[in-house]
């Protein structure tokens, strides 16, 4: 018995290496193309965490004509949920992500270098294990659970490293007849890695994102095919990889450990490694404590979150590629208008350590966002999202397009855009005056400011409407009849003039005109009050303020 026919009695009906290795060439791309991919697991969660790698793995293949694949890591089935392919799917297409090839629903693909599901790539697998029992370098391993817990119990009795490996081994000295012997007889076995390494030897790393990393060898003699004939996720990684010819593995960090074992494994299959970058987790502030966000205490870690808010996928990559290369902020500073698709990214630019999470920056980044969306894109943005979220909201807007497209152009499209919106749950909030239906079904009241006596407030309403009103006004003319009131009934028309001589004035035309936004919207603080009136219509601004006067 050699190598060979221990080999041939184990894997007798796959395909011989060479096969593979031509069906799936080197990629034919330009020079510094970036091959990549996403490979989760198809749990059906997408963690923004996940969402975060995805996003740089695509960059970085796009800016080099590179490709970003889809992976789905299936072969641990126990784990597997119904769907949980087409989750991710959606995912990507939601934040207008999707892979160049690999899975493209719940059971297609695209692409030559598939299939792109592990579960279903078991025979390519089982090819290079085989290769590998033929020169020595993996072997069947009979070891049963209760032996196993046992030389960890001795390895604990003994102080020393828990595994399978070295002098620890069992089946790695077993003599090939006795294998033979034991495969004949149906006993259960998985395959393992006779690893070469040895721990008193340091192996050189350089990591694109974490630098010079120096490790010792692996010497584990880990398994690679498991009872199930599916790999493990080691010697899926380095089949899979080289196969589908990734350049750079862009990674969670929590893989950095695996790198010696990795890179043992592309040598001894006699592949050349890819390049590794490690990202670190994404953090959050938990009370001056730093952690992981996590799947279970915060909402913000699944990337479903985003979409039931209503924050636009936009405003979510702008965030992440913010916290993922420092230097993106300045680069937004000086280029206000460009796609982010024009901001060169680096993955050696990324913070080794975690990078902090912060809602209120990714809302603030989102009001940013929206504000240079036309009213166009805010009302499709905004029914799409409340279609699903907010039917009676979407049936309102959609009543009159062109009327909430008017509302939603009030102070946009020009300059100084208005920054009030983040997410399109807050669209309702921000434009619910403007829509009787909800303005009158409001709990919000006439709350007075400065002035408040009632008289008072009625003859500024009375007189505004009587005298100083007229929809056709430009904007100028509209705010010099506003400083003409507050003249006529003892107010400043400039607020520095009220500074200046604060007895001589009850307050100014700045108090005036809160009285009438009060009355036309329950609110303190608008967006421009001619534009609104100019929306709202004459007819309307009559009735409201004539309704507000009714209240006194
Ligand atoms: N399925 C692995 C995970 O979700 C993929 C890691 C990798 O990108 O290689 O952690």
């Given at each position: ?16 290496i ?22 989760p ?31 789905i ?20 297409k ?18 030559e ?17 085989k ?9 069947p ?37 006795l294998?033979k012997?034991?495969?004949?007889n149906g ?59 990734t ?12 790198v ?10 006699g ?33 479903s979150?985003?979409?039931?808010q ?19 902020e ?24 975690g ?12 009001k ?8 166009e ?10 279609n ?13 397009k ?14 100084k ?24 079904n ?20 009375t ?13 100028q ?13 003892g ?7 009220f ?24 609110r ?6 001619y ?15 004539q309704?507000c006067?009714?209240?006194?």
């Amino acid at each position: 018995m050699d190598n060979k026919e221990l080999a041939n009695l184990i894997f007798p009906n796959v395909k011989d290496i060479s096969y593979y290795e031509a069906k799936y060439p080197v990629r034919d791309l330009p020079e510094g193309a970036v091959v990549s991919r996403f490979a989760p697991s198809p749990t059906g969660f997408v963690h923004i965490g996940g969402l975060y790698q995805a996003l740089v793995a695509r960059t970085v293949t796009s800016q080099t004509n590179g490709v970003f694949f889809l992976r789905i890591e299936d072969t641990d089935q126990k784990r597997e949920i119904e769907n949980g392919i087409e989750g991710i799917i959606d995912s990507l297409k939601d934040f207008d992500m999707s892979p160049d090839e690999g899975m493209i629903s719940q059971t297609e693909e695209r692409g030559e270098y598939g299939p792109y599901k592990q579960s279903e790539r078991k025979e390519i697998y089982q090819a290079y294990a085989k290769y590998l029992i033929e020169q020595g370098k993996a072997y069947p391993c009979f070891c049963t659970a209760e032996t196993l817990e046992q030389i960890r119990k001795n390895q604990e009795a003994a102080m020393e490293r828990t595994g399978y490996y070295g002098k620890w081994t069992r089946c790695r000295k077993m003599p090939l007849d006795l294998m033979k012997e034991k495969i004949e007889n149906g006993e259960n076995y998985i395959i393992r890695f006779k690893s070469p390494g040895n721990p008193d030897k340091k192996i050189k790393h350089h990591d694109v994102i974490k630098g010079n990393v120096d490790f010792p060898e692996n010497d584990q003699d880990i398994v690679i095919i498991k009872a199930d004939g599916l790999p493990t996720y080691h010697f899926a990684h380095a089949v899979d990889d080289h196969l589908m010819r990734t350049t750079h593995v862009i990674r969670s960090d929590e893989w950095l450990p695996s790198v010696p074992l990795h890179i043992q494994l592309f040598t001894e299959l006699g592949f050349k490694p890819p390049k590794y970058a490690h990202i670190a987790p994404i953090m959050k502030n938990d009370n001056g404590n730093k952690r992981k966000l996590s799947k279970r205490k915060d909402p913000e870690a699944a990337v479903s979150y985003y979409l039931e808010q209503g924050i636009p996928s936009d405003a979510v990559k702008e965030y992440l590629l913010n916290i993922a290369n420092s230097n993106f902020e300045n680069w937004r500073r000086a280029n206000k208008d460009k796609s982010i698709d024009e901001f060169e990214f680096h993955l050696n630019k990324m913070s080794v350590s975690g990078a902090l999470f912060d809602m209120i920056k990714l809302l603030d980044v989102s009001k940013i966002v929206i504000s240079k969306y036309s009213a166009e894109k805010v009302y499709n943005e905004t029914i799409k999202w409340a279609n699903v979220f907010d039917k009676d909201f979407a049936n309102i807007l959609e009543k009159d397009k062109d009327y909430t497209l008017k509302v939603l152009g009030i102070e946009r499209g020009n300059q100084k855009p208005r920054k009030d919106i983040a997410k399109w749950s807050d669209v309702k909030e921000n434009v619910l005056y403007m829509y009787n239906e909800l303005f009158e079904n409001s709990n919000e009241n006439y709350e007075f400011q400065v002035i408040q006596e009632k008289e008072e407030i009625k003859e500024v309403l009375t007189k505004y409407i009587e005298k100083y009103f007229n929809i056709d006004d430009d904007k100028q003319l509209w705010f010099d009849r506003m400083k003409d009131l507050a003249e006529e009934m003892g107010y400043a028309r400039e607020v520095k003039l009220f500074k200046a001589e604060l007895n001589k004035y009850k307050a100014h035309v700045g108090d005036v005109s809160t009285v009438i936004r009060v009355a036309l919207t329950k609110r303190h603080n608008t967006p421009d009050m001619y534009e609104i009136m100019n929306v709202l219509g004459k007819d309307e601004v009559i009735s409201r303020i004539q309704k507000c006067i009714e209240t006194l």
